[in-house]
């Protein structure tokens, strides 16, 4: 199932963070305010939500394009990782 992931970017005293990541199912991925992702079911939805969000709890950014593109990048790779 496709799933388009979400996340909040928020200020921080060290830089921006990212958390909150969601993953929402959908026909018509939108790769410019998110980023889509194919996952085999719900169990591996949320398997990948923890994964994330665990892989981000200590990053920190510059700005909100740099957090963008690295989740973005973080995202696309997975596949690959599997």
Do not use: C
């Not at 992931?5 to 990541?21: D, E, K, Q, Y």
């Amino acid at each position: 199932m496709m799933y388009q992931l979400g996340w909040a970017t928020l200020p921080g005293l060290r830089g921006m963070s990212v958390s909150g990541f969601r993953a929402t199912p959908t026909d018509a991925p939108d790769n410019e305010r998110g980023v889509a992702i194919e996952l085999g079911s719900e169990v591996e939805r949320d398997a990948f939500l923890r994964e994330i969000e665990t892989a981000f709890a200590a990053r920190r950014f510059t700005n909100s394009a740099d957090a963008f593109d690295t989740v973005k990048a973080y995202v696309l790779e997975h596949p690959a990782k599997q």
